[in-house]
C-alpha cells in the first residue's frame, strides 16, 4: 500500500488543475486515468486550439439546480487568474468572438502548460490504468490501479461526464459518488445538434446552410449562427439552447432577429415591386430563403408576386412566423456527440467553497462531473479550473 496526501481521478482539465494547486501547495498527489495520455479533451477542444475561457465568465452563464453554486469558485480562480498562467507560460492567445478565448497555436499548449504546473508540484501520474475498488474506512480512501494500491486522506474525483464516450468519457465519478451516498441529478447530453423528424424534415435539403438566427426555448435565448445538417440544426446558437431544451419542449427561431416587427409592411411601401422571395434572399442565404417562401406558401399565406399586391396583414403573419418558427425537436444527438453532460452531481450534497462533499470528510467532486454545466464558449474550462482550483487549495488544509 503507497500513501499520498490526495488521489485525484481523471487527469482532465479540472483533475489536471487540482493537482498542480495541491501539489505546490506541498500535498503529495497521486493523478490517476484510465487513459494513456491526460486532458484528451483539451486536445480537441475548440477545434484544435482550445477555447480554455471566457473573458465575460458569471455564474449566470451555467445551468445548476443550484445556480448560485458555481459563484464562490468562480470568483476566486477567475478567467483573469487562468489568463496570467497562460501569459506566465508564454503562450500566444486571441479573443475570436464574444469574449472566448483560444490559443494561436494548439490545445498541446495548455496541457502541456497543465503538465508542467502538476511537475512543479511533484505530481505522481499514472496513466494507462483504470482505478478500482474503491473504499473508504478509518478516514482514508484507497484505490487499486494495474498491480498497484494506494490510499489517502482525501479522493477527488474528477472523471468528467459520459458525453462522447469514444474518447474514453464514463459515467464512473457518479458510480463512485452514489456508492458515497451522494445524490445525482439526471445526467443529459448538451451542448449537442438537435434533430428533426416530421414537417420538419423539409430542413433537411438545407443541410451544410447556415445563418445567424435567435433561437430561444422557454426563457433562454441565443443569438449565434445556427447550421442546418442532414439530421436537424446544429451551430452554436442550437447548441446553446440544446442545454436548455428537454424532450417534447418547443424550439423557437427568430431568423431575422434584427428586423422590427412590421420590416415587410414598410417594405412594401419603399419599394412595392419586389418580392418577398428577393427580400428574404437579400437578407438570408438563398436556399435558406426558398425553403422558408415554400413553407410559407405550403401555410397558405399567399405571398406570391409583389408586395404591392399582399395585404399588410398577410405581410404581418408572415414577418411575424419567419420571427417566431417553432418546432419540437425529436431528439438530440446524444451523449455520443454532446460536447458536455449537463446535470451530474448534486451540489446539494458538495460545498461551494472547496468542493468537499458534506457528508463524507475528505471527498471532492470537481469539472464536468459536477452538476454545474456551462455556456458554450470557454466557460466548461473555466468551471473545470475553478472547481479544481477549489479543491486544490482545500485538500488537507488546517
Ligand atoms: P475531462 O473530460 O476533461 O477529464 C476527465 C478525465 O477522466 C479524462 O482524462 C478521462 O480519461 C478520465 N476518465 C474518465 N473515466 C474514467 C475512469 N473510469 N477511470 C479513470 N479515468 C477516467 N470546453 C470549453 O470550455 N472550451 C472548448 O473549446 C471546449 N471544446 C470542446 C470540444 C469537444 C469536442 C468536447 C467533447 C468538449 C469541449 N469542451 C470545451 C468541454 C470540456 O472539454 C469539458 O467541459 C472539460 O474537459 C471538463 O473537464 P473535466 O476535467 O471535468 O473532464
Known sequence: MEHYDAIMLGAGAAGLMCAAVAGQRGKRVLLIDHADRPGKKILISGGGRCNFTNIHTSHERYLSANRHFAKSALARYTARDFIDLVDRCGIAWHEKTLGQLFCDGSAGQIVDMLLAECAKGDVELAL????????????????????????????????????????????????????????????????????????????RALSG????????????????????????????????????????????????????????????????????????????????????????????????????????????????????????????????????TAGGIATAGLSSQTMAARAVPGLYAIGEAVDVTGWLGGYNFQWAWASGAAAG?????A
Not at 155 to 177: C, E, H, Q, R, W
Not at 186 to 203: K, M, Q, S, W, Y
Not at 275 to 281: C, E, F, M, P, S
Open 128 to 203: 494507462g490504468n483504470a482505478p478500482r475498488d474503491v473504499d473508504h474506512a478509518d478516514g482514508r480512501f484507497s484505490v487499486s490501479f494495474g498491480q498497484r494500491r494506494a490510499n489517502a486522506p482525501a479522493l477527488v474525483l474528477a472523471t468528467g461526464g459520459p458525453s462522447i464516450p469514444k474518447m474514453g468519457a464514463t459515467g464512473f465519478a457518479y458510480d463512485l459518488a452514489r456508492q458515497f451516498g451522494l445524490k445525482i441529478v439526471e445526467p443529459r447530453p448538451a451542448l449537442v445538434p438537435l434533430t428533426l423528424g416530421g414537417g420538419d424534415v423539409l430542413f
Open 393 to 397: 487549495e482545500a485538500i488537507g488544509a
Open 209 to 340: 446552410v447556415a445563418a445567424p438566427v435567435e433561437a430561444a426555448c422557454g426563457k433562454a435565448a441565443f443569438r449565434e449562427a445556427a447550421l442546418f445538417t442532414h439530421r436537424g440544426l446544429s451551430g452554436p446558437a442550437i447548441l446553446q439552447i440544446s442545454s436548455y431544451w428537454r424532450p417534447g419542449e418547443t424550439v423557437a427561431i427568430d431568423f431575422l432577429p434584427d428586423r422590427a416587427p412590421d420590416w415587410l409592411i414598410e417594405a412594401k411601401r419603399a419599394r412595392p415591386r419586389v418580392t418577398v422571395r428577393k427580400l428574404l434572399a437579400e437578407a438570408l442565404p438563398a436556399r435558406l430563403a426558398d425553403s422558408l417562401v415554400e413553407r410559407l406558401e405550403t401555410e397558405r399565406l399567399g405571398l406570391d408576386g409583389e408586395l404591392a399586391n399582399i395585404p399588410d396583414r398577410k405581410l404581418a403573419a408572415a414577418a411575424q412566423r419567419l420571427a417566431r418558427w417553432t418546432f419540437v425537436p425529436n431528439g438530440s444527438e446524444g451523449f455520443a456527440k454532446a460536447e458536455v
